[in-house]
C-alpha cells in the first residue's frame, strides 16, 4: 500500500489528471519536498482554527512554508488544466 496524490476535477480527462498531478509533483519536486507533509501541515492550519486562533494552536513556520507550497503546486494544477477563475482543482491523498 502506497499513499500517493491524487488530483480531482470532474470535467478533466484522465490524461490531463496525470498532466495536472505532474506539474503539483513538480513544485514539491523542486523544493525537495515529500507532497504528502506539505499536505499533513494543513492539519495544523485547521486545528488552529478549531482552537478559536489561539496563539498557543498557530502553525508552525515550516508548517506555514508547506502549506504555501501545497498551494503552489494546487496552482500548477489548476494552470495545466486551464481551470476558470473562481474554481479549483482539489489535491488530495489516496491509498493505492
Same mark, same amino acid.
Given at each position: 500500500?502506497?499513499? *500517493?496524490?491524487?488530483?480531482?476535477?470532474?470535467?478533466?480527462?484522465?490524461?490531463?489528471?496525470?498532466?495536472?498531478?505532474?506539474?503539483? !509533483?513538480?513544485?514539491?519536486?523542486?523544493? $525537495?519536498?515529500?507532497?504528502?507533509?506539505?499536505? !499533513?501541515?494543513?492539519?495544523?492550519?485547521?486545528?488552529?482554527? *478549531?482552537?478559536?486562533?489561539? $496563539?498557543?494552536?498557530?502553525? /508552525?513556520?515550516?508548517?506555514?512554508?508547506?502549506?504555501?507550497?501545497? /498551494?503552489?503546486?494546487?496552482?500548477?494544477?489548476?494552470?495545466?488544466?486551464?481551470?476558470?477563475?473562481? *474554481?479549483?482543482?482539489? !489535491?488530495?491523498?489516496?491509498?493505492?
Amino acid at each position: 500500500m502506497r499513499i *500517493e496524490l491524487d488530483v480531482f476535477y470532474p470535467v478533466a480527462t484522465p490524461a490531463q489528471l496525470d498532466a495536472a498531478r505532474a506539474a503539483a !509533483l513538480a513544485v514539491y519536486g523542486a523544493a $525537495d519536498v515529500d507532497p504528502y507533509d506539505a499536505w !499533513l501541515a494543513w492539519a495544523e492550519e485547521v486545528r488552529w482554527m *478549531e482552537c478559536g486562533c489561539d $496563539d498557543a494552536f498557530r502553525p /508552525s513556520e515550516g508548517a506555514r512554508r508547506l502549506m504555501d507550497l501545497h /498551494s503552489r503546486a494546487q496552482v500548477a494544477a489548476n494552470e495545466v488544466l486551464g481551470v476558470p477563475l473562481g *474554481e479549483v482543482v482539489t !489535491l488530495d491523498f489516496v491509498e493505492r
